[in-house]
């Protein structure tokens, strides 16, 4: 069985109202070997595993999610040199990846194939510089949210306290 890393990443932010653009990110490293696991529910060794989330203001969902999968990496050594699985719930995340959406963005300046800016060149050129900095190889798996997969839950519950801790700060007590 060959060792590989599963990085399992969610973003929240909430759209309306007085709290509208508050949002945080969340994450989870697992590090051993996954052959046959049922990536739906709880596997790893909780002494292999690290989490991480933050909070922001003036974001999006999507932000956050591109977020959690940058943070994520930036924890994992380049040396490494284990496959990654990167779990994500978010269409738009995966499919960038996985379709190379990025490559004609760069070649056409940040715009996308209407002809208009790419929403968060800056978190996509960050993705990329830290995906070719680490000498990731990397596999992008889409997952459905809220649909009881352990690990995405796990993500959405830390990318919520990132929400929180924003919360927080804009009543003043953070």
Same mark, same amino acid.
């Given at each position: 069985?060959? &060792? ?12 309306? #109202? ?25 596997? #790893?060794?909780?002494? &292999? ?12 969902? =999507? +932000? ?10 930036? *924890?994992? +050594? ?6 990654? /699985? !990167? ?11 996985? =379709? *190379? ?12 194939? +209407? &002809? ?12 990329? /510089? !830290? ?10 798996? +889409? !997952? ?9 839950? =796990?993500?959405?519950?830390?990318? *919520? /306290?990132?929400?929180?801790?924003? *919360?927080? !700060? ?5």
């Amino acid at each position: 069985m060959e &060792k590989e890393i599963h990085l399992w990443g969610d973003g929240s932010s909430v759209n309306n #109202g007085e709290e509208k653009g508050l949002g945080g990110y969340g994450y989870t490293l697992l590090f051993g070997e996954f052959e046959g696991v049922d990536i739906k529910t709880e596997y #790893g060794d909780k002494n &292999k595993m690290l989490t991480g989330w933050d909070g922001f203001e003036n974001t999006t969902n =999507q +932000k956050e999610e591109i977020k959690a999968i940058i943070n994520g990496l930036k *924890r994992i +050594k380049s040396n490494m040199n284990y496959p990654i /699985q !990167v779990f994500s719930d978010s269409a738009y995340l995966i499919n960038c990846m996985n =379709q *190379r959406w990025y490559d004609n963005w760069r070649t056409n300046g940040w715009k996308n194939s +209407k &002809k208009e800016p790419v929403e968060s060149p800056e978190l996509w050129k960050e993705l990329l /510089q !830290v995906i070719e900095d680490g000498f990731f190889k990397i596999t992008w798996n +889409k !997952v459905k949210g809220h649909s009881g997969v352990f690990y995405n839950e =796990q993500c959405d519950k830390l990318a *919520r /306290q990132g929400l929180e801790k924003m *919360r927080e !700060v804009r009543r003043g007590e953070g």
